[in-house]
């Protein structure tokens, strides 16, 4: 579960970033944005947040010791149970 944090707040983040800077911009324009800058907001939010947490699960693995390659390697099953 702790994992999963940092991609939380990265996407909250991003969505507060990204709804005030288009708010602002379009406010500045003079335009009404309506409910643009918090829609693309949090899709960005959303979107930055479940690409972070999909590449929180994959950190390398610790490899096998050269033992362990070997045991593997040498392992034959029994006769009648193989595939």
Known sequence: MSKYIPAVV???LAA?????GLGAFVAASGA???YLPSFLGLMV????AYIMANLAG???AKAATPEQKQAVLDFRPEPGQAC
């Open 10 to 12: 990265v996407g909250f």
């Open 45 to 48: 939010g959303v979107f930055a």
């Open 16 to 20: 507060v970033l990204v709804s005030f």
């Open 58 to 60: 994959t950190r390398r």
């Open 32 to 34: 009404d944005a309506g």
